[in-house]
């Protein structure tokens, strides 16, 4: 069964940083497009980010722009979220999933939840002084 499984997660000072993992068992992530989405207390899940399986083209949330990067290691089978000048609003359950269609990019849909059909069960990020 596939399973994903993040971490990296923990207590972060405003302005630092953190780097989230995905990691895989029983699936070869790089056929896969990867999508981070958080969700905040009392709050939707919201996509964060995207990596696509076909080219590596990557995808943002306006919110996280010039402070998030996606990607990926394919030795380690291992998608990260590196996570700088974090703010208090960042503080959310990050997860990562796949809708496990081989080669298939993110695209315009990235951000749309109802995509993807296997998740994470999540990592908290807390950002706070």
């Known amino acids: 069964q596939v399973q994903l499984v993040e971490s990296g997660g923990g207590l972060v000072q405003p302005g630092g940083s953190l780097r989230l993992s995905c990691a895989a068992s029983?699936?070869?992530?790089?056929?896969?497009?990867i999508g981070w989405f958080r969700q905040a207390p009392g709050k939707e899940r919201e996509g964060v980010s995207c990596?696509?399986?076909?080219?590596?083209?990557?995808y943002n949330a306006d919110s996280v722009k010039g402070r998030f990067t996606i990607s990926r290691d394919s030795v380690k089978n291992t998608v990260y979220l590196q996570m700088n000048s974090l703010r208090p609003e960042d503080k959310a359950v990050y997860y990562c999933?796949?809708?496990?269609?081989?080669?298939?990019?993110?695209?315009?849909?990235?951000?749309?939840?109802?995509?993807?059909?296997?998740w994470g069960q999540g990592t908290q990020v807390i950002v706070s002084s």
């Open positions: 990596i696509s399986s076909s080219d590596g083209s990557t």
């Open positions: 029983r699936l070869t992530l790089d056929y896969y497009s």
């Open positions: 999933a796949t809708d496990l269609r081989k080669f298939r990019s993110c695209g315009s849909t990235w951000s749309a939840e109802h995509r993807y059909g296997y």
